[in-house]
């Protein structure tokens, strides 16, 4: 009997039995579709978790000042003063051949007003190399320069958000808004980059001159950064730049060998993977779910063939009498077994594609379908149909043909 | 004894012994058959349940292996073939026709008699167009799409006669053919095997009616499995052949 023929066998075998086949393939039908399911899932996960990373601006390094202690008292990270724009200069300078670009940045919060329009924000100054660092563009207008930095211009570039709270539909090229007390030209709008990584709006934000934020606004003389935004040449230079920077600023800080950094370097790469981490651990362990279901959903494929092959004896026996050898028993009913588990696996990957689908459009990350995963669980459910259906094939292919022909 | 010219005798079994064990108890079933038919015979096997005629009916068709003895199926020993050979040799030579008819369920007729050329390797196509001729021949040509629970007992037999004959066998071995059937419908089924036979179709045929019997040509009965008796019977035609009205 050849494949063709064996298959249409099975098919009209387990046609005739409709209820009971839906019911032995849906341990396979939910064990596919869990795991075609939880791959997209963790899959879409990573994916979104690139993309917020990448919308911070790709191989970047923040430097920030670390703990320290004065009177034994220790500050948390972030509260010192230890880095300041030199040490910006210094790394532009130093590392130059690993990272293409460093900006500062200091913030604040505070209230923007134009006209009847106000709105509260949050305040940055950093300089040119913002854009550069955050791989952020411009919509419209123009970026301040190196001028109006060291003159602490009072211009300032609004975040898609604050221009639109303030102006609507209108321009803000040009027009003076008000940040804080101080008066301010609206040089240029930034493009919209919409969510961040933790949820928060990036573009509910005004962006000015680092000494017009710090001298006018802060009302501070101070030369020290809240943080230093360091743009590494590649994905592959980002440890070299953090190594090298750690040494530099070490040593620009007469650090002692002994003592601890005062100053955090953090790397966006790491605290990517930290993330993938975690959405790795839980797809395995869905994954693993997902894998005991389908050793569940065999055990029911081979009860249900192991009940089939006791109520089909006749069936074998006249097989048999007309010229089926055991082979052919046991092809036939190993046949119906993995179509069982195949036609499962395929409406289990038809539903786990449509839930991934769902909490894709729900938890609003890409739909991530590998066609070598759904392929791959497909197949390995067919495997379960071959395991599952090889014993009962092979007691039905052992029956002795004058007994078969007997039952009842 | 019926003999065609020198030609090879479809089944010859020589002193044939078939014991089961029943635990530790030998059950002796066939004590030494001897039996030879020929081409072209019409034989009808009698005997009282346990006389050892359904033990022979399922050597002589392949279904079993006897325990001392050769039997040669058209002049090929088969009392030594694996399952395996066994089953070729009753799919390629043999026809069965049982009292339950024994069709597949939920299967229709043309389904059920396409069966025996699965296993042949015979293409969709020539299978399709086989079985739909040998039901037309048993006068079912009408009923292809029929399933057996459509069909009443006379008609359910005729399509397990041509699922029986479509890989066109050396034997048709019957099993109490109308045990299952009132006697008009029996006649009618017996008809079909006369006509079968006078087509050229070895046929054996185990009953324990004795009228049943009287339609074969050579009647053999069992006893306590031995041959007791071996004897022709005058012809006796149930139906007229086609076309002679």
Redesign the interface.
Known sequence: ??IL?SLR?AL?ALR?NKLRSLLAMLGIVIAVGAVVSTVSIGEGAKAKVASQMASLGANLLMIQPGAMQRGGVSSGAGAGQSLTRDDGAAIEKEVAEHISAVAPINRTGGQVIYGDANWSTSIMGTTAAFLAVRQWTLESGEMFGREEEAAAAKVCVLGNTVAEKLFGANSPLGEQIRVRHMPCKVVGVLAAKGQGGFGQDQDDVVVMPWATLLRRIVGSQSDSVGSLWVAARGAERVGDAQREITALLRQRHHTPETADDDFQVRNLTEMQNAANEQTETLSLLLGSVALISLIVGAIGIANVMLVSVTERT??I????????????VLFQFLTEAVVLATVGGAIGVVLGSGAARYMAIKADWPTLLSPPVMLGTMGLAGFAGIVAGFYPALRASRLD??EA?RFE | MASSDGARPVVEAQDIEKTYRMGDVLVPALRGVTLTVQPGEFVAVMGASGSGKSTFM?LV?C??RPTKGKYFLDGQDVSRFS??HL??A???HIG?V?QGF??????SAL?NVE??M????VS?KERESRAAQALARVGLGERLDHTPAQLSGGQQQRVAIA?ALV?RPKLLLADEPTGNLDSQTSIEVMGIFQELNELGLTILLVTHESDISEHARRVVIFKDGQVQDDHQVAHRRLVAPKGAA
């Not at chain 2, 024994?102 to 299967?107: F, G």
């Not at chain 2, 699965?118 to 390797?121: A, K, P, S, V």
């Open positions: 009997m050849n023929a066998t009209r005739k006749r069936e026996g006249i097989r048999m009498a007309v010229g089926a050898r055991g082979r052919d043909p004058i022909l | 399922n068709g279904l079993d399952r395996d089953a070729r009753r799919g390629a069965f049982f024994n069709l597949l369920p939920r299967t389904e069966l025996p699965l296993y042949q390797g969709r699922r890989n």
